[in-house]
């Protein structure tokens, strides 16, 4: 199992659909991004890999700066 504090990059879309399933893990993602203040229209026309992507680098980067404070 991949560490998401210590190496998020290698952590893909696919591991969580192979061991979620495909519906619960486009749930899973949607929920991040709600999480993570996304707005839908914006990111609906990008692959789910690259949706997936871009919630762990937004993910990574509030926890920096949560940190920083």
Do not use: C, P, Y
């Not at 991949?2 to 399933?21: I, K, P, V, W």
């Not at 692959?47 to 997936?52: A, G, N």
């Amino acid at each position: 199992m991949t560490d998401f504090g210590h190496s998020s990059s290698s952590l893909a879309f696919a591991d969580l659909e192979n061991r979620f399933g495909r519906e619960n893990a486009i749930v899973i993602l949607r929920t991040l991004e709600q999480f993570e203040g996304v707005i839908e229209e914006r990111v609906v026309k990008l692959s789910i890999d690259e949706r997936f992507r871009n919630v762990l680098r937004l993910m990574k980067d509030s926890m920096i700066t949560q940190t920083r404070h």
